[in-house]
Structure formats: structure tokens, C-alpha cells
């Protein structure tokens, strides 16, 4: 094969690899971006089947032969949809409450509310810090947080169970959407979080592994099309000085072919991988303590006012309950608050061990598959034949792409192990509650204080 086709051949397979590294680089998910344009674009925010479904007057008839055809094609569906069922259930506000972004209507404004209490940052692998200003929750248990939690828990309690959900989700989307619309009213800024940790997190196991997977086979690619020809370049000696000279030249430059390529990962993987990782790992811990310790410390705070109600100078029987239904739905709805919360976090620890597992395997699996495609057309059109071309680096280049190739496998194997310091004992669970002994507590205390007042008037 002439050198003018060899060049050709490796331009074309190095082009196609770096086109696709860079569209993995410049977006989470390149089939979404256009259909994301086109919803933005809109006036109005799309709603998903859930939410119509959840409007009064919908008829509830089950529609088995759309919901069939919309399961058949629910893989698809998914690829080129422009938000997921949680990204939704975000987006979303509950009428009679304060929105908390500044604005009257249309999906909820995180850019101009959020965001601006979290710091971004990195240049291939990206970050996320976590003010103190993020924080909610953050004003003492006053009368009008104490009436706010109470119409919030009241609603919460005779809300409908919906049991529609869209086939064209995945399941852990669906649970983590229903959770959210549950508890966005006060949570929202803790589900988003985490579902930002997770895309965050997920993205740079993605682009690790696109750009270590297009790294190796770059390697590879220049040293079948381009060390022979880099190798004619210099000048040989007669004799056998002259043949062992061009056998180490050879061996020399396939050699550091291989090493650059080892630097290359080295240098993405400890020099802003690991450090942006495992920032994002500790952050989201961190989170976690402070946001279910003040969920804790809303608890015992009610749990103390729920006790005291029979305590004062009030008389007034009705008054008297009141203050008990009120501070009795807001314990318990707190309650229902921390437990919720530590489901989405599995299932947010359960997304990103699934998605990274896929990303780690299918994104070689579908370099490897382009490159061997794009080689054995290129070998029809161009009449060569690939055993010769595979001989041609020789045997050191080989050794190594094997170094190269195991280095390669251990970093993708260790992609998880920056976020691996998830501890639940680093917070206080649902657990920690002890919501049993809480009822107990405030239950006893009415049944002693109603016993004592019998027994005074039996007397």
C-alpha cells in the first residue's frame, strides 16, 4: 500500500475517534441535546404522562394498546428524550406554595436560585462544591415554620397514592420522581443536589472511559499507519551495525508511542480525575451529615413541642387538640421526610454503580467496534491485507501495548474507588430517630396526663 493511502487510512481512523471523544466531552448526552434545544425553546414546560395523569378529570381508563406501543419502543423513547422522569418531577411546582425561585410560572428556576449557591468547576472532569448558603431549613422552628410544615404535612397525608406510572422510564426514575413529588415543597434543593452529584459523577466515569478507551486505540492506529512511514524517515547504515541501529530505532519509537499514551492517562487520571472525584464524592457525604442532622434536629424539636402540649396554663380543650393533631402530623411527616430521603440516596448510589459499570464496559466495546469496521472497509476499498499491516510496528511496539493496555484496564477498574467513602453512619438515618420510643413518648404522655385528670375527678 502506497504511503499516500496508509497516511489516508490512519487520518480517517484518528478523525473518528477524536470526533467521537470530543461530542462525548462537550455533553452528557449528545442524542438529548437537540430534543433539550427544542423543549427550551417552547413557552410552555412539557408535561410527562404522570402529571396529566395526576390532573382532576383525567380519565383514568387504561389505554393497554397505546401503553404496549409505547413500552415496545420505551429504549428508544428514553435516548432521545430531552429531560428523565426525576429532571421532571424537578422542574415541577405544587400550586399554594412559594416557589423560592423568584418567578410566577413555567418549570422552577434553578439556575437563578441554586446554582448560584454551587461552585462548578474542572476542565475535563468536573466538580461540585456546596456552599453553606445552600442549605435550607436553616431558620429556627417559629410559629410560621411550624404552620408552613403543617399545611405541607397535612396535604402530604390525604394525598392520593398515583399508581400510573410512564413505561418509557426506568424504574429507579420512576421511584426517585414519585419521592420528589412528595417532597420537593421542602426538599427540593436536597433532591436536586443529589441528582446533580449523580449526572456529575456519572459523566466523568463516562468521559474517563471514552478517552482512555480513544487513547489506547489512537496508539494503536499510529503505530500501523504511521511508524512505518516515521521509520523510512531515518537514515540507515550498512552492515549489521546499521541493521541492529534501525531495529532499536524501530523499537525505540513504537516504545515511546506506547509510554506517551501511558502518560496521557497518568496524567488525566491523578491530576484532575482522582482530586475531582473524590471532591464530588466527600461533598455529597458532606451534604448528607448537615442535611439530616437539621432534618433530625427539626424532629426532636417537634417531638419536644408535640410532649409539651399538655403543658401550660391553656384551658381550652379545643385549642389543646389542635396544637397535639398539628404537631403530631408534623413529627410524623418529618419522619416520613428523613426515610424518603435515604431511599432517593439509594437510589441514586444504585444509578451511578449501574451507569458507570455500563459506561466502563460498552464505551470500548463501541470504540473497538468503530475502529474494526472503519479498518476492514478501508482494507476493501484500498486492496491491502491487515496481516502484513499488523506485522509491520514489530515486536516491541507490542510489548508495549500490552503495558499500555493493562495500565488502561487498571484505571477503569479502579473509576469507582475515588467515590467509595459512602458511609450511612456518616449521618443521622431514619434510624437515629427512634421515631417508635418518640411515639411512645408523646402517646404516653396524653394517656398520663388524661389518667391523672380522671383519677382527680373520681375523687
Same mark, same amino acid.
Given at each position: 500500500?502506497?504511503?499516500? *493511502?496508509?497516511?489516508?487510512? $490512519?487520518?480517517?481512523?484518528?478523525?473518528?475517534?477524536?470526533?467521537?471523544?470530543?461530542?462525548?466531552?462537550?455533553?452528557?448526552?449528545?442524542?438529548?441535546?437537540?430534543?433539550?434545544?427544542?423543549?427550551?425553546?417552547?413557552?410552555?414546560?412539557?408535561?410527562?404522562?404522570?402529571?396529566?395523569?395526576?390532573?382532576?378529570?383525567?380519565?383514568?381508563?387504561?389505554?393497554?394498546?397505546? =401503553?404496549?406501543?409505547?413500552?415496545?419502543?420505551?429504549?428508544?423513547?428514553?435516548?432521545?428524550?430531552?429531560?428523565?422522569?426525576?429532571?421532571?418531577?424537578?422542574?415541577?411546582?405544587?400550586?399554594?406554595?412559594?416557589?423560592?425561585?423568584?418567578?410566577?410560572?413555567?418549570?422552577?428556576?434553578?439556575?437563578?436560585? *441554586?446554582?448560584?449557591?454551587?461552585?462548578?468547576?474542572?476542565?475535563?472532569?468536573?466538580?461540585?462544591?456546596?456552599?453553606?448558603?445552600?442549605?435550607?431549613?436553616?431558620?429556627?422552628?417559629?410559629? *410560621?415554620?411550624?404552620?408552613?410544615?403543617?399545611?405541607?404535612?397535612?396535604?402530604?397525608?390525604?394525598? &392520593?397514592?398515583?399508581?400510573?406510572?410512564?413505561? $418509557?422510564?426506568?424504574?429507579?426514575?420512576?421511584?426517585? +420522581?414519585?419521592?420528589? =413529588?412528595?417532597?420537593? %415543597?421542602?426538599?427540593?434543593?436536597?433532591?436536586?443536589?443529589?441528582?446533580?452529584?449523580? /449526572?456529575?459523577?456519572?459523566?466523568?466515569?463516562?468521559?474517563?472511559?471514552?478517552?482512555?478507551? $480513544?487513547?489506547?486505540?489512537?496508539?494503536?492506529?499510529?503505530?500501523?499507519?504511521?511508524?512505518?512511514?516515521?521509520? *523510512?524517515? %531515518?537514515? &540507515?547504515?550498512?552492515?549489521?551495525?546499521?541493521?541492529?541501529?534501525? +531495529?532499536?530505532?524501530?523499537?525505540?519509537?513504537?516504545?515511546?508511542?506506547?509510554?506517551?499514551?501511558?502518560?496521557?492517562?497518568?496524567?488525566?487520571?491523578?491530576?484532575?480525575?482522582?482530586?475531582?472525584?473524590?471532591?464530588?464524592?466527600?461533598?455529597? =457525604?458532606?451534604?448528607?451529615?448537615?442535611?439530616?442532622?437539621?432534618?433530625?434536629?427539626?424532629?426532636?424539636?417537634?417531638?419536644?413541642?408535640?410532649?409539651?402540649?399538655?403543658?401550660?396554663?391553656?384551658?381550652?380543650? +379545643?385549642?389543646?387538640?389542635?396544637?397535639?393533631?398539628?404537631?403530631?402530623?408534623?413529627?410524623?411527616?418529618?419522619?416520613?421526610?428523613?426515610?424518603?430521603?435515604?431511599?432517593?440516596?439509594?437510589?441514586?448510589?444504585?444509578?451511578?454503580? /449501574?451507569?458507570?459499570?455500563?459506561?466502563?464496559?460498552?464505551?470500548?466495546?463501541?470504540?473497538?467496534?468503530?475502529?474494526?469496521?472503519?479498518?476492514?472497509?478501508?482494507?476493501?476499498?484500498?486492496?491491502?491485507?491487515?496481516?502484513?499491516?499488523?506485522?509491520?510496528?514489530?515486536?516491541?511496539?507490542? %510489548?508495549?501495548?500490552?503495558?499500555?493496555?493493562?495500565?488502561?484496564?487498571?484505571?477503569?477498574?479502579?473509576?469507582?474507588?475515588?467515590?467509595?467513602?459512602?458511609?450511612?453512619?456518616?449521618?443521622?438515618?431514619?434510624?437515629?430517630?427512634?421515631?417508635?420510643?418518640?411515639?411512645?413518648?408523646?402517646?404516653?404522655?396524653?394517656?398520663?396526663?388524661?389518667?391523672?385528670?380522671?383519677?382527680?375527678?373520681?375523687?
Amino acid at each position: 500500500m502506497h504511503e499516500a *493511502e496508509l497516511f489516508i487510512c $490512519g487520518a480517517v481512523l484518528l478523525g473518528e475517534l477524536a470526533l467521537l471523544v470530543l461530542a462525548v466531552l462537550m455533553s452528557r448526552a449528545p442524542l438529548r441535546a437537540v430534543p433539550r434545544l427544542i423543549s427550551k425553546a417552547g413557552t410552555k414546560h412539557a408535561k410527562t404522562a404522570v402529571d396529566i395523569e395526576a390532573e382532576p378529570g383525567f380519565d383514568a381508563t387504561p389505554d393497554y394498546k397505546n =401503553r404496549l406501543g409505547a413500552s415496545a419502543f420505551s429504549t428508544f423513547r428514553r435516548v432521545f428524550r430531552p429531560y428523565s422522569a426525576i429532571e421532571y418531577a424537578l422542574n415541577g411546582v405544587d400550586a399554594g406554595f412559594e416557589r423560592g425561585d423568584g418567578r410566577t410560572d413555567g418549570p422552577y428556576d434553578y439556575a437563578g436560585n *441554586e446554582e448560584k449557591k454551587l461552585g462548578r468547576g474542572g476542565i475535563l472532569f468536573h466538580w461540585i462544591n456546596v456552599k453553606p448558603s445552600y442549605m435550607p431549613d436553616v431558620a429556627r422552628m417559629s410559629d *410560621e415554620v411550624s404552620d408552613t410544615y403543617h399545611s405541607v404535612a397535612k396535604k402530604f397525608f390525604s394525598a &392520593q397514592v398515583n399508581i400510573s406510572a410512564d413505561v $418509557g422510564d426506568l424504574y429507579e426514575d420512576v421511584d426517585g +420522581a414519585v419521592i420528589i =413529588r412528595m417532597f420537593r %415543597i421542602r426538599d427540593r434543593r436536597g433532591y436536586y443536589l443529589l441528582n446533580e452529584m449523580r /449526572r456529575v459523577i456519572n459523566d466523568n466515569v463516562r468521559k474517563l472511559s471514552f478517552i482512555y478507551t $480513544g487513547i489506547v486505540l489512537a496508539v494503536l492506529v499510529g503505530g500501523l499507519f504511521f511508524l512505518p512511514t516515521l521509520r *523510512e524517515q %531515518i537514515p &540507515q547504515q550498512q552492515g549489521v551495525l546499521g541493521f541492529v541501529s534501525a +531495529a532499536f530505532h524501530h523499537g525505540l519509537t513504537g516504545l515511546s508511542l506506547c509510554l506517551a499514551g501511558l502518560f496521557l492517562m497518568w496524567l488525566t487520571y491523578y491530576m484532575e480525575y482522582v482530586p475531582n472525584q473524590r471532591n464530588n464524592g466527600r461533598e455529597m =457525604r458532606s451534604f448528607l451529615s448537615r442535611y439530616m442532622s437539621r432534618l433530625s434536629d427539626r424532629y426532636r424539636d417537634s417531638l419536644a413541642n408535640a410532649r409539651a402540649v399538655t403543658v401550660g396554663d391553656e384551658t381550652d380543650s +379545643a385549642k389543646l387538640s389542635a396544637k397535639a393533631q398539628k404537631w403530631h402530623k408534623i413529627v410524623l411527616w418529618i419522619s416520613f421526610r428523613a426515610f424518603f430521603m435515604e431511599s432517593f440516596v439509594r437510589n441514586v448510589l444504585y444509578q451511578i454503580g /449501574r451507569n458507570c459499570g455500563y459506561y466502563v464496559v460498552l464505551a470500548p466495546l463501541a470504540l473497538l467496534f468503530l475502529v474494526a469496521f472503519s479498518l476492514l472497509v478501508m482494507a476493501d476499498v484500498f486492496g491491502f491485507a491487515l496481516a502484513p499491516l499488523f506485522a509491520e510496528p514489530g515486536i516491541v511496539f507490542y %510489548i508495549g501495548f500490552a503495558l499500555l493496555v493493562l495500565v488502561y484496564l487498571y484505571f477503569l477498574s479502579r473509576a469507582m474507588t475515588p467515590i467509595d467513602e459512602m458511609n450511612q453512619a456518616d449521618w443521622l438515618g431514619f434510624d437515629d430517630l427512634n421515631v417508635d420510643q418518640g411515639m411512645d413518648q408523646v402517646v404516653g404522655k396524653y394517656a398520663e396526663d388524661v389518667g391523672y385528670w380522671k383519677g382527680r375527678l373520681d375523687r
